[in-house]
């Protein structure tokens, strides 16, 4: 959904995120709809300018996420508040899976499927009843096991999932759900949670009321959400919400993930992750069926669906990245394609450096001494490179942790003896370059560069294009294969300008694709070819920029007022300007609009074609009555009816039971997290069993109610430090108002403990010991968890020892720990110990005097 | 350099001895030690000149250095098949290093 289409909801939550300090830009449409009579809601472990702006402020202690939306779910389901026609007619409600299938409540706490031994699930339990269904997900197929050529998948080819739309099979989604969510009561949501049973239902009352064929709500998440060992799973959990309620692909209903912050969307669309080549496409891999080029189409492509078009976007990817050499005899310059072998994400990466594998490493936009977890463990790492590049606008502690960093302040390192050979190198800001930022609602708007970086501060393209210029000349005679990928490499780009700044309308053409041999830019998508008669660098891209001179990015034209309200006219949306993904479920199965209030796209009978206001997500002549004829085995779009709305899943439903892909499970499950205070009230089974834990020295776990550590610990951001927070650090305006790190308690706490308001702190964990002054405030809460007290404290993360203001760094605290299917690392729960006083060796780094 | 490959040798074996139960602290020692291996060859060869054998030797030990971190941060199973192979690789390596070590 697009975040002004916020304000067309009537019940909004926000959860996981403190979104009026955090993303204030996006808030304003959560005030607008408020003002139209939208109900608000917070649920949030501190009560903060979000929850004083919201209707209902709900607090729970962190980590209890799943425990709260799983209660929602069990109230949707036994309560029957769910949008039955929607979710009959565009879910897999009513699929029936394997008869293998067990559940949590029946098998310890974990699914059917779990191998004890190697930590990890095995799917064939949770597939639907003899088919084996694709991920639509690449990232997940890349971690999930082979599954050999894509041969089973083809059984979405012969007949439609089975289904029982009486919901009477015992294996249906909808017995399942029932049966796995009957332990989430609003009495287990309390004990869990420590939310009161009157609040939690006044937001499920609030939530359900509205819904329906009038009324749509939304929920809006940041990193309180991803940053848990089941981060992706409580994400789901609020899907599950959704594809109830009805409230996807509509006006006002939807979740909004908000990111966006320098570009994030972005920086996954086009990706500086490891996993994915641009817009989604996965990485090869060396265990997979990827040796050849034929092989990973085959094994990657699922057959029905809209992903069955992977082959065109791959293809045409390969043809932009190495040119005129990419043919089809060379399997389109395929095999100059890095292979994955494992993880190769921030935190396994950081201990590769702690182990001497990794001898360099580039820091652009990053400042992991202070925002990656386990700090010492990051200086420790950084220490043991032969070189560092880090860029950035001001000093940031990576790059002077060999000078100042703790380790060295402590006496553990000597700045002597760290071999590290640092480049710091100034960058220009946002201002001092033209580019584009892709915000949350994958919308990409173009920037005008406003003045000049100042002395040698360079753009991160101008740095990225010269460099790939000086590697092309280093190795354009070498003769090891190895080179063979950086010589293919097009590197083309005009260069404008005194400093020979690479043209960033030439790469975004390049991104949104062209015609190879007349190099015509190409408008659609729908035009890419898989012969090598197109090149693309995105394929979702495709329509930014569809011919010389019309950079769509740069467009700026709002509705009128009274107008639709999608602004099509402005920048542009990925895929094809779309601004609310899957909005076919707007109209019921027929093509008429649930409701006039909340109609956008709907079946124009007299053109044959659907319309809208907003462009419609679905092929656009396909009618709501089609039907895949099944004894020709359909493909791709053939095989999905006109009235499946979700068209990159393998069938076009939306999946409130995941078959595919998950590493954790079909459905979200309540599991502590690794380090609590607390049992696991709802299973035996403590927390996530496939987490990511990596045990090594320096990086030790607590013990699940660990008494040295009873305390739960959080991290957040600030208003006035943006991002890393050097930004805001180094502007006297911005570091006056925030000044110095500190920790929030509650009263009860402090008292308990002898902290003084604004008094000398000491947090400790297994991985190390800080000290902070005090904000002793109502805003923190004490919870009562199955029956006992749990207090949680909290701490901004974005100090440092640079800069006006200034403070330990909170990630000292926390482990490397990870998502089980992202990999992302854990901030929002952990456990820690607290005391009144300073640290034995104060006047170290950083800290106010 | 060859007592660094006999150490990620032993750190390898006590990996496989306990499949499938995957111990990070011996993956972390046996990366910990092909790496040193690693960084000895390079040296070497910076100093006496590249040939087409050490460059192979090379290539072979980041090989190993690539699926010893694909078990120790696996997607997906930890790839023991493979593990086992890249052991006989490290072997052929470390005879080969002996006689120079």
């Not at chain 1, 009157?198 to 329906?212: E, W, Y």
């Not at chain 1, 993880?343 to 396994?348: I, K, R």
């Not at chain 1, 080179?483 to 780009?493: C, F, M, P, S, V």
């Not at chain 1, 607290?834 to 005097?849: A, E, F, K, S, V």
């Amino acid at each position: 959904m697009a975040l002004w289409d916020l304000a067309n909801s009537d019940c909004i939550v926000v959860m996981g995120s403190n979104m009026a300090e955090n993303h204030p830009i996006a808030f304003r449409f959560v005030v607008e709809a408020q003002r139209r009579g939208a109900m608000v809601i917070h649920v949030d472990p501190r009560f903060t300018r979000t929850g004083a702006l919201s209707n209902i402020h709900a607090p729970i202690r962190s980590g209890s996420d799943i425990a709260f939306l799983g209660g929602i779910i069990h109230q949707i389901l036994e309560r029957d508040l769910w949008f039955r026609d929607f979710a009959l007619a565009y879910t897999n409600i009513a699929h029936i899976i394997e008869d293998g299938y067990q559940d949590p409540e029946q098998n310890g706490g974990v699914f059917s499927g779990f191998r004890a031994d190697t930590k990890s699930y095995r799917e064939d339990t949770w597939q639907y009843k003899n088919k084996t269904v694709p991920s639509s997900i690449a990232e997940h197929r890349v971690q999930t096991e082979d599954k050999s050529a894509g041969g089973d998948y083809e059984s979405m080819t012969e007949s439609p999932p089975p289904t029982d739309p009486t919901l009477q099979h015992p294996n249906c989604v909808y017995q399942i759900m029932r049966r796995h969510f009957a332990r989430y009561t609003p009495e287990m949501v309390e004990r869990v949670t420590g939310c009161k049973q009157a609040t939690f239902l006044r937001i499920v009352d609030a939530l359900a009321r509205n819904s329906g064929r009038e009324r749509t709500g939304a929920f809006c998440y940041a990193v309180g959400w991803t940053h848990h060992t089941v981060g992706v799973q409580i994400i789901r959990a609020a899907a599950i919400i959704q594809g109830l309620l009805g409230n996807v692909g509509r006006p006002g209903g939807g979740i909004m993930a908000l990111r966006g912050h320098t570009s994030i969307q972005g920086s996954t669309d086009i990706p500086t992750l490891y996993n994915m080549l641009p817009t989604y496409l996965p990485q090869p891999n060396v265990f997979h069926q990827h040796a050849t080029l034929r092989d990973y189409l085959r094994t990657e492509t699922p057959p029905t669906g809209w992903w069955a078009n992977m082959p065109k976007y791959a293809i045409s990817l390969l043809k932009a990245w190495y040119g005129q050499g990419a043919r089809a005899e060379n399997e389109f310059g395929y095999q100059h394609l890095p292979k994955l072998t494992g993880d190769a994400s921030q935190l396994p990466m950081t201990m590769s450096m702690v182990d001497g594998v990794v001898k360099g490493q580039f820091i652009l936009g990053q400042n992991p001494v202070v925002g990656a977890v386990n700090s010492d463990l990051v200086e420790r790492g950084l220490s043991r490179l032969d070189w560092l590049v880090v860029r950035d606008f001001a000093m940031t502690e990576t790059a002077n942790f060999w000078q100042k960093g703790r380790l060295v302040q402590r006496g553990e390192l000597r700045s002597e003896h760290i071999g590290t050979e640092t480049f710091f190198m100034p960058a220009a800001l946002a201002g001092e370059k033209d580019g584009t930022v892709t915000n949350t609602s994958r919308m990409v708007q173009w920037h005008d560069k406003v003045l000049e970086a100042p002395g040698d501060s360079r753009s991160d393209l101008w740095f990225i294009y010269h460099l790939g210029k000086r590697l092309k000349q280093l190795y354009a005679d070498s003769c090891e294969p190895r080179d063979a990928a950086i010589q293919a490499l097009t590197w083309l780009y005009s260069e404008r300008g005194a400093r020979a700044e690479a043209d960033p309308e030439a790469v975004l053409r390049e991104i949104n694709g062209y015609t190879v041999a007349d190099r015509k830019q190409i408008p659609s998508f729908q035009q890419l070819k898989d012969d090598g008669s197109t090149a693309c660098g995105g394929w979702m891209y495709c329509g930014i920029y569809p011919q010389d001179g019309h950079n769509v990015a740069r467009s700026r034209k709002p509705d009128a007022p009274g107008g639709p309200g999608s602004n099509l006219g402005w920048a542009f949306a990925w895929p094809a300007n779309r601004r609310t993904l899957y909005n076919r479920a707007s109209a019921d199965p027929s093509g008429v609009p649930w409701s006039e209030r909340k109609k956008m796209v709907w079946w124009d009978e007299k053109e044959g074609k659907w319309a809208g206001t907003d462009v419609p997500d679905f092929v656009a002549t396909k009618p709501p009555d089609y039907r895949p004829d099944w004894s020709k085995h359909p493909h791709g779009m053939d095989a999905l009816g006109g009235d499946a709305p979700f068209i990159m899943e393998a069938d076009g439903k939306c999946q409130l039971f995941v078959p595919s892909g998950l590493k954790d499970g079909p459905l979200p499950t309540h599991y502590e997290p690794p380090e609590s205070p607390v049992k696991n009230l709802l299973y035996d089974q403590q927390f996530n069993p496939v987490a990511k834990l990596w045990a090594r020295k320096g990086n030790e776990l607590h013990a699940p109610q660990d008494t040295r550590f009873p305390y739960v610990f959080s991290t957040y951001r600030l208003t006035e430090l943006h991002c890393g927070g050097i930004i805001g650090r180094v502007t006297p305006h911005t570091a006056e108002l925030q000044p110095e790190a500190f920790v929030e308690i509650c009263p009860e706490l402090a008292g308990e403990l002898g902290i003084r308001h604004l008094g000398w702190t000491v947090l400790s964990t297994l991985r190390g010991e800080i000290e902070v002054r005090a904000l002793i405030t109502e805003r923190v809460q004490p919870f009562t968890i199955g029956g006992r007290t749990v207090h949680q404290v909290g701490m901004p993360w974005v100090y440092g020892w640079e800069g006006y203001a200034r403070g330990d760094i909170a990630n000292v605290l926390l482990a490397i720990t990870g998502d089980a299917n992202t990999s992302i690392h854990s901030t929002k729960a952990v456990t820690c110990a607290l005391r009144p006083g300073r640290l034995p060796n104060p006047g170290g780094i950083g800290r106010g005097q | 350099v060859a007592n660094n490959a006999l150490l990620a040798l032993a750190e390898l074996d006590k990996a496989l001895a306990a499949k499938p139960e995957v111990d990070g602290h011996v993956f972390s020692a046996a990366a910990h030690f092909l790496s040193l291996h690693r960084d000895g060859m390079a040296a070497r060869q910076r100093e006496t000149g590249a040939t087409s054998e050490s460059r192979r030797s090379l290539e072979h030990v980041n090989a190993v250095i690539s699926v010893v971190l694909g078990a120790h941060f696996p997607l997906g199973s930890v790839p023991w098949t493979e593990l086992e192979k890249a052991r006989g690789w490290l072997i052929e390596l470390t005879a080969q290093s002996r006689p120079e070590g």
